[in-house]
């Protein structure tokens, strides 16, 4: 038999999280970064619970690990993902309708059969635990089982998990369309079973403009309507050639994005991957509604999509994320993306600063999608979804470490030169899933 979990447990590290959201270009950030050197994190019946001083131990009430001389995070949000395409992750040679037609749509016809969803929406989630994202909003397939078994998978983990299954009915394989009809018989089911079951949301999933009927995009808007609580996601705005069909198929809007806000999809559970190619209604539009945008830079400059104007996006409000968008994007480490991110903004003579990024990736994210009670910082009450990180790996990074002096460069030197080979471990409301050396087993399954 395992040990049982401890009901409360102190974790002793660097404690940094955000208490607001840092202001673009600011490295001092004073209001915004909590950096606690060395302190206790204090968990109790897998919520956070407090903080003290290093030197303030806890009592033997509580089951301590010492993690001192390490980063301790709240685990990371992927605000968008697609759990089949880690079978087609750095695929060559294509942009995005291409990339589509070449490598995605074949891989993700497998997911039809239920033993490959279930084995990939495992392997997915483990993957998102081992790179440090402990919640996570994503695409499964548009089979009905694929995002049975990611809200299973994800139940078991005891993990927040925002999906749904993928709408397409037109400009796709025959085998991965469905039908307005059965689609929406399929939502309604997985929303009923599902949706505010543990730690778990739907989101309706409309693949992107392209791929949906305009009765379809309609079914998606009366879901939303008739559901309040739960999600959208989807793809906007992401690629010119994508863009220029858009425009094709729906004359009558006024743009990209106007094709969702007039079916009734535009509103603050709203997830767009991508939008680059928006103009300035557009953004103000996605500031009225209070939508998010899930900025996934690695995506976009692997399949040459173009690069995201997140200045321009922070000028009008609009709420942003960041996002793996694997497999377009080519990894799930988030620091990864944020390194990507910032050199994204260089480009355009713009620079990201460690705080603003990471707080893209956990309390911002979490107040995006609403969720800044249970999510993204160390407030007590929040879940303690915390993940431990080695402030550095291997010896170049040990030496740029060494000769850091302020917190912002530490961090941001962090955030350039680490990975997934970073992590110590990863707690799921309080529960290790994932320490390095170690395979988790016996673990308590909430669901
Ligand atoms: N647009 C429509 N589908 C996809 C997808 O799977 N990945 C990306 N990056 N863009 C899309
Ligand atoms: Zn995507």
Redesign the pocket.
Same mark, same amino acid.
């Given at each position: 038999m395992a040990a049982p979990h401890p009901r409360r447990l102190a974790l002793r590290g660097d404690l940094l999280d955000f208490t607001s959201a840092p202001a673009w270009g600011d490295v001092d950030a004073a209001g915004a970064v909590r950096f606690r050197a060395d302190h206790w994190l204090l968990i109790e019946a897998g919520r956070i619970v407090g903080a003290r001083p290093g030197a303030e131990a806890p009592d033997d009430s509580w089951s301590r690990v010492d993690h001192r001389g390490k980063l301790i995070l709240p685990g990371f949000i992927d605000t968008?993902v697609?759990s089949p395409?880690l079978d087609v992750i750095a695929s060559y040679g294509t942009a995005?309708l291409d990339?589509?037609d070449t490598y995605?749509f074949p891989a $993700?016809q497998r997911y039809a059969e239920a033993s490959e969803a279930d084995a990939g929406a495992s392997r997915f989630l483990d993957a998102l635990l081992a790179h440090g994202t402990t919640s996570a909003v994503v695409?499964a397939t548009v089979h009905k089982g694929s995002a049975d078994a990611l809200f299973s998978a994800a139940c078991e983990r005891g993990m927040r998990l925002i999906t749904g299954k993928v709408l397409m009915d037109r400009h796709a394989p025959p085998a991965l369309c469905d039908d307005v009809v059965q689609a929406e018989r399929d939502c309604t089911d997985l929303i009923e079973r599902w949706h505010g079951t543990d730690r778990l949301a739907y989101a309706v999933t409309v693949?992107?403009a392209?791929?949906s009927t305009p009765a379809q995009l309609a079914m998606a808007g009366r879901l939303c309507a008739t559901h309040p609580g739960i999600y959208m996601q989807?793809?906007v705005a $992401?690629?010119r050639d $994508?863009v220029r069909w858009v425009g094709e198929l729906f004359p009558e809007a006024r743009s990209y994005l106007d094709v969702y806000a007039r079916a009734g999809l535009l509103d603050a559970r709203g997830v767009f991957?991508?939008g680059i190619w928006l103009d300035a209604a557009d953004r103000a539009a996605l500031h009225a509604a209070g939508a998010l945008i899930a900025h996934?830079p690695s995506?976009n400059l692997f399949?040459g999509?173009g690069l995201f104007d997140w200045r321009a996006a922070e000028a009008a409000g609009v709420a942003v994320a960041v996002a793996s968008?694997v497999?377009?994007?080519t990894s799930l480490s988030i620091q990864r993306n944020l390194a990507d991110a910032y050199k994204v903004q260089a480009m355009a003579g713009e620079r990201l600063t460690a705080w603003k990024a990471l707080h893209a990736a956990t309390r911002g994210a979490a107040v995006g999608l609403g969720l800044a009670d249970e999510i993204g910082s160390f407030n007590e009450g929040c879940m303690a979804d915390v993940c431990v990180w080695d402030w550095a790996s291997g010896a170049v990074a040990e030496r740029r470490l060494d000769m850091c002096r302020a917190l912002h460069e530490k961090v941001f030197a962090w955030m350039t030169l680490s990975d997934e080979r970073n992590l110590v471990a990863a707690y799921v409301a309080g529960v290790p899933r994932r320490e390095r050396h170690l395979s988790v087993t016996n673990l308590p399954t909430p669901c």
């Open positions: 968008h697609h395409q995005l990339w589509l995605t $993700e695409f693949r992107f392209p791929t989807t793809h $992401e690629n $994508e991957a991508h996934s995506s399949l999509s968008d497999g377009g994007g």
